[in-house]
């Protein structure tokens, strides 16, 4: 296990969010566990609201890109900005991670993506429990690809939801919830980052009653669950049976990974926006062909309607507008892909 410290904690205004200038008791000792960017504007809220987080842990370093560089997740370069101790367990399970866990004498541990199951042993050590911040309405959408999941099924709301941890995946009672609206153009990456802002707010709205007492979590509707699964790299390979509004639907599902991907002259390559349209240019569609849309946009024969296309790239390029791919690669037009 890795930890970092760089002394006192000296908090400054990244910009992060914008909350109410209303200043909090420190009294209680919060541990804050996460991982990625999406996770900062919720320890930037607790911190900007002054609350007393007394270390943070995110997953360990890693090892990554050609030149095997080390990645280190946002979390931690963003704790240590702040003087904040880090801790980097490949595990909670482990006796000597919980005992160091159990040294803290935290109050509360508040979870935002953080990666890492929480054992019984853990979720036990915080005498006002562990607050996990989960980006769908629960209990629909539980697991590790709620937003993905939620734009691939068309939903046209989702939300983010508080919860006191249990032992189960996304089980707890729910201490909190707000909806928010999915747009037509709304990617994971867009709509995760807008549900973990809304989350920040959400979290530090409602803490002071939750430590206090005064908050009644209700237990979710188990029968109105819905599980969701890890995505693989192959979810990303498009099947041109499909239809275009389920294609479409993938492009945006799966940004920023695995990505919605076809093949072309034996090369990868990319759909990165694209839109459906119903015409009806071939009565008995070719799937997976190519067709010319006006002088800007290309399309894509589906099962049922048309996949405009409006930026792609062909592996090992850089992205580029259907029009200019199409300028540089005119036999392209009358394809047939996959």
Known sequence: MKVS?????????LGLIRLDSHVTSAFDRVVFMGTPAFALPVMSALLKSNYNVVAVYSQPDKVAGRGNKVSVPPVKEYAIRHGLSVFQPDSLRSQSVQEQLMSLSPDLIVVAAYGLILPKTVLDVPVKGCLNLHPSL???YRGPTPVASAILNGESITGVTI?????GMDTGPIVATKNVP?????????????LFELGAELLVSVLPDWLNGSVSPREQDSSAAVCTRKFVKEDGYIDWSRSAVQIERSVRAFQPWPGCYTRWNGKLVKILDSSVTDSEIMKEPNLGVVLAMGSDDIGISTSSGILEVHQ?????????DSREFILGNPCFIGAKLG
């Open 5 to 13: 410290s760089v002394g006192k904690a000296q908090i400054s205004d």
């Open 163 to 167: 919860i006191t941890m249990d032992e």
């Open 312 to 320: 792609l790239q062909v592996e090992g390029k850089r992205p580029v």
């Open 138 to 140: 629960l209990p629909k």
């Open 182 to 194: 999915i747009e037509f153009d709304e990617t994971s990456f867009t709509l995760t980052t807008k």
